[in-house]
């Protein structure tokens, strides 16, 4: 496995690690969305109708979208990204060539690993879970500064991850609960 979702969530990787803490300015994106929806708690409902999720986050995300090509064929990486008070908030799915045949659960290990190699980082926690049906992994890692919390999900042949990203020392727990257990897939 020389792609996939490894291969382009080391560009999340990069993306988070380089983004520094600036706060996040929406901006127009080619993928079509509907309008968000406002919560009590300030945050909004962000629906991607191709990316078929919703999700609460504390504003509009940015997006950045990169067609890649490979020696099994294209495939397109969605990436998502809004920083909140306390931390970043990442999420991104990737589109495989219908010919690209994978493990899933080894594909998520390898992204796993490929992510905490691009941050540069260590584990510190990881567990496989089922999560509203679907095969999930959940881990935890660090830098010398940084926490990042991840969920990478299998929908049928869409991986998706979740990341939020907070400096060490920082409790923003409540806002990364609520920004993982929000996460709906819609299938088709």
Known sequence: MKRGLSASLIILAIFVSVSGQQRS?????????????LNPEGWVTFNSEPGRFSILVPE???DKTEIIQDEHGPYTSHLFKVQGEKSLFVIAWVDYDPSFNFNSVLEMEKNRDDFI??????????????????????????????????????????????????AKGVDDSSNANRFFDSFKVRLR
């Open 25 to 37: 300015r929406p901006r127009p994106s080619p993928v079509p969305r509907s309008t968000p929806i």
């Open 60 to 62: 509009i995300p940015s």
């Open 117 to 166: 190699r691009g941050i540069k980082g260590a584990l510190l926690t990881n567990r496989n879970v089922m999560i509203d049906g679907y095969e999930s992994l959940e881990f935890t890692a660090e830098t010398v500064e940084t926490v990042y919390r991840s969920r990478v999900y299998m929908v049928g042949r869409r991986p998706y991850q979740l990341v939020v990203r907070t």
